[in-house]
T-cell receptor, first 111, second 114 residues
Framework: KQEVTQIPAALSVPEGENLVLNCSFTDSAIYNLQWFRQDPGKGLTSLLLIQSSQREQTSGRLNASLDKSSGRSTLYIAASQPGDSATYLCAVKNTGNQFYFGTGTSLTVIP | DAGITQSPRHKVTETGTPVTLRCHQTENHRYMYWYRQDPGHGLRLIHYSYGVKDTDKGEVSDGYSVSRSKTEDFLLTLESATSSQTSVYFC?????????????FGQGTRLTVV
């Protein structure tokens, strides 16, 4: 069974800092990896999708990378802002019909 | 939001009563999912559907049943609610195929079993 881990569980940074969130998975036979943002009491918002044949995807200040062979992905957030404060989750899609989620990293950006 | 609506958004119910949560989508996607989210456990798959009347179990399906009689609606039923089923329930759909498969989520239903 696919296991997805996100470290750290919580992160607090001052505004303006660049930061990296980590996601690791045990089974490298994935179709893709997706990063989500979740605000308190809300649903998950898709941020980036990296297909297994890709190495990275970028959207604005966000850059996600994927190293499938080592079972790792990182989400880089540049010039963090207080509005970036949220929980960030990663999910992998295997060859079956399921998505497997990490438990998330809770990010606080301090003004 | 990929046209996903969950109802109700909040519900308090008593132990032993049946509860049905509804997920409605507007874009006729084939795959629909029900997850529960609990502190320390992340999102765990309860059931999913790959078409009308086609469903399968996820990792935490005990105590839950689902039905999909129309493409746009996926119902989750707690047959006899227990306190351990207090959770936030999310419906999701997936678009695309193979590597381009992408998941989108509803806003969630907060269920409290007392």
């Amino acid at each position: 069974k696919q296991e997805v881990t996100q470290i750290p569980a919580a992160l607090s940074v001052p505004e303006g800092e660049n930061l990296v969130l980590n996601c690791s998975f045990t089974d490298s036979a994935i179709y893709n990896l997706q990063w989500f943002r979740q605000d308190p009491g809300k649903g998950l918002t898709s941020l980036l999708l990296i297909q297994s044949s890709q190495r990275e995807q970028t959207s604005g200040r966000l850059n996600a990378s994927l190293d499938k062979s080592s079972g790792r992905s990182t989400l880089y957030i540049a010039a963090s802002q207080p509005g970036d404060s949220a929980t960030y989750l990663c999910a992998v899609k295997n060859t079956g019909n399921q998505f497997y989620f990490g438990t998330g990293t809770s990010l606080t950006v301090i003004p | 939001d990929a046209g996903i609506t969950q109802s109700p958004r909040h519900k308090v119910t008593e132990t032993g009563t049946p509860v049905t949560l509804r997920c409605h989508q507007t874009e006729n996607h084939r795959y629909m999912y029900w997850y529960r989210q609990d502190p320390g456990h992340g999102l765990r798959l309860i059931h999913y559907s790959y078409g009308v009347k086609d469903t399968d179990k996820g990792e935490v399906s005990d105590g839950y049943s689902v039905s999909r009689s129309k493409t746009e609606d996926f119902l989750l039923t707690l047959e006899s609610a227990t306190s351990s089923q207090t959770s936030v329930y999310f419906c999701a759909i997936s678009t695309g195929t193979l590597q381009s498969t992408e998941a989108f989520f509803g806003q969630g239903t907060r269920l409290t079993v007392v």
